[in-house]
């Protein structure tokens, strides 16, 4: 397998097709839609005497602090079943973000495979796709592909529950060295994941379907597969980590001023940080909507060379004999 020209390619094909960016963005989402939060369920917070009097730091003014005393008072004075109401609809809250972030972030991720494989079957002439053409070639399989990931979920959150118990025990018996036996299998599952959603899309089998050809061809093309992943793994890494500077660059002016002026000045820190974070923030997306795409769009053209004819016939060691030869 050529691996340059698949990342030549994948390049190329984001680069030209800048709406591949939109869903690299959009599957982002996925990644982030999972997390909860915890609930109320005090009347005292954080800081506060049970009196409802401010017992934090005392670099505040004082009506500053006395307008604090009087919040926290205010959050006393609340009932019980209030904060178990208002922990309730933050839960639900969650699920149903969590739930929307799925389905953008499957969006994405369809959109970017869909897109990577009519720009490959497509002439090199041919212009950009549009959105409306990757999203009318993605909708036969988005259910499916949506369906996989909170199955997915689901099984995580299960398997979490039940092996919990034993992996912090055998982390802690082996000093947590154990854990890095969790490393190879994080990384196999994560091939699976991308190969059976590229099969999915791809080639329009079903959830089970893909997940046995995502395992054949994983299996079959296994040297060629850890080869890109440790590509892809070490140049994302590399490459994530010089987009996230600006945000370090961002808080930098937050952090300073706490250093030197011990919080007389937070305020001033505190809005110039903000400032940059807005700045930031926007160029930081795109650049992060990119990389996604480019990931994507390799392992799709890697999942097409690899189940191409010529991948899948079996290589002939020997050429057929001739007719004179035999005779």
Known sequence: MDF???????????????????????????????GGGGGGGGSTAPGATQSGTWDGPSFLSPSAQRGLE?????????????????AIGVLVLIFILSVLFLMVGTLGTTGVIKGTGMADDADEDAK??????????????????????IGLRVVGFILTIIFALPIILFAVCTCFLGLFLLVPIGWFIN??????????????????????????????????VVVMFLILGIGQLVIGLIIGLPMIFAFAPLLINLVVTGFQQFAVGLIISGILFLIFLPILIILGGMLRAYVLASWTLTYRRLTGESALNPTVLFGETSQDEEA
Not at 194 to 208: C, L, R, W, Y
């Open 70 to 86: 009087d919040f926290f008072q205010t959050l006393a004075d609340i009932p019980v079943w209030v904060w178990v109401v208002i």
């Open 128 to 149: 950009p796709l549009s959105l409306g053409a990757i999203f009318k070639g993605l909708k036969p399989h988005y259910w499916k592909v949506f369906l996989l990931n």
């Open 4 to 34: 340059g020209e698949i990342l030549t390619k994948a390049w190329k094909t984001i680069w030209k097709h800048k709406i591949l960016w939109l869903f690299g963005i959009l599957a982002g989402c996925g990644a982030s839609s999972g």
């Open 191 to 224: 091939l699976m994941v991308n190969f059976t959603t590229i099969a999915i899309v791809e080639e329009g089998k079903g959830i089970f379907e893909g997940i046995g050809q995502a395992w054949q061809v994983i299996t079959r093309h296994l040297g060629n």
